[in-house]
């Protein structure tokens, strides 16, 4: 008998960075695109898709595969970010997290009160998957906000977290938990 299987060393896995965007309409076009990358995507090998570039040149990239969904999954990285309200583990210095977002968010209202229903717009169309560029056009008060991330980053950001849920939560709520989630937390509405 032989052995039928292949064995794997860490040593041998193969790393790939992969320029790509994605824009599209609908959050099920979202994933269905996102599936079809990953069907692209070799065996025993580590994936970084550079996704977005932010006006102050930093970079969205995912991470794959990751840890948590057994490959079906991805990790949203910024370049240079450094949360302020967690220590980060292992990969995931670069990692914003829901509570960093909520908090970035909650700053800027806090800061500039002023531009909270804007704010609030903002994130509700990259919620309906529009993107930053298009948003921020409509909204040119918000390029004022100073303080957290860049604007157009934190919309990036989020764009990817809903993508991300969407994908985890398939078939079940999606990017609208995270979006209850800063709904709540951000703009104190009620979630029923």
Not at 57 to 70: A, E, F, H, V
């Amino acid at each position: 008998m032989r052995r039928t299987s292949q064995s794997f060393n860490k040593s041998d896995r193969k790393k790939f960075v992969v320029e790509w965007i994605l824009k599209a309409s609908s959050s099920s076009e979202q994933r269905r695109e996102l599936a079809e990358k990953w069907l692209e995507e070799g065996r025993f090998a580590d994936y970084r898709y550079n996704v977005e570039t932010c006006y102050d040149g930093s970079r969205i990239y995912l991470l794959r595969p990751t840890p948590l969904n057994k490959g079906f999954d991805f990790q949203v990285n910024l370049e240079n970010f450094r949360s302020s309200i967690r220590k980060p583990r292992k990969n995931t210095l670069e990692m914003p997290s829901h509570g960093d977002v909520e908090h970035d968010l909650q700053v800027k209202v806090k800061k500039y009160p002023e531009s909270q229903a804007d704010l609030f717009m903002a994130v509700s169309e990259i919620y309906k998957c529009k993107e930053a560029e298009e948003v921020l056009e409509r909204a040119p008060s918000l390029a004022k906000i100073s303080v957290g991330l860049p604007i157009d980053s934190i919309l990036r950001i989020v764009k990817w977290l809903f993508i991300e849920q969407d994908l985890t939560y398939w078939g079940w709520t999606g990017r609208d938990k995270f979006m209850a989630a800063i709904e709540h937390q951000v703009f104190g509405l009620d979630t029923d």
